[in-house]
């Protein structure tokens, strides 16, 4: 409560006046801090639900596992890509340093 920036008390030179804005600023500050947190966890909680949907595996109720049709999709093209890619091969004909 003592801050040695202010005037000094008429009573005892060495105490110092402190104004009440200094309060006002630490408790606005924390106000703010609440305030974003409060903020932050929101947002969190909504992406995390808007998530929960787009899952690329589906679990059913007996308890079996599958990849969402959109997700197999893309798979399966990735797969037929990759089948139907030309292949090179380089062979050297004589042995040796080949800079």
């Known amino acids: 409560m003592f801050d040695r920036s202010s005037e000094p008390n008429k009573k005892n030179p060495n105490l110092k006046i402190v104004s009440g804005e200094q309060d006002k600023t630490s408790k606005s500050g924390l106000y703010f801090l609440l305030f974003l947190i409060?903020?932050?966890g929101i947002i969190g909680?909504?992406?995390?639900?808007?998530?929960?949907?787009?899952?690329?595996?589906?679990v059913h109720p007996?308890?079996?596992?599958?990849?969402?049709?959109?997700?197999?999709?893309?798979?399966?093209?990735?797969?037929d890509e990759i089948n139907n890619a030309e292949q090179?091969?380089?062979?050297?004909?004589?042995?040796?340093y080949f800079p």
């Open 38 to 40: 409060l903020v932050g």
């Open 62 to 79: 007996d308890g079996s596992a599958t990849l969402h049709p959109e997700r197999e999709a893309e798979l399966q093209k990735a797969l």
């Open 45 to 58: 909680t909504y992406l995390s639900n808007s998530w929960k949907d787009k899952s690329p595996i589906i």
């Open 88 to 96: 090179y091969a380089l062979r050297a004909t004589a042995d040796g």
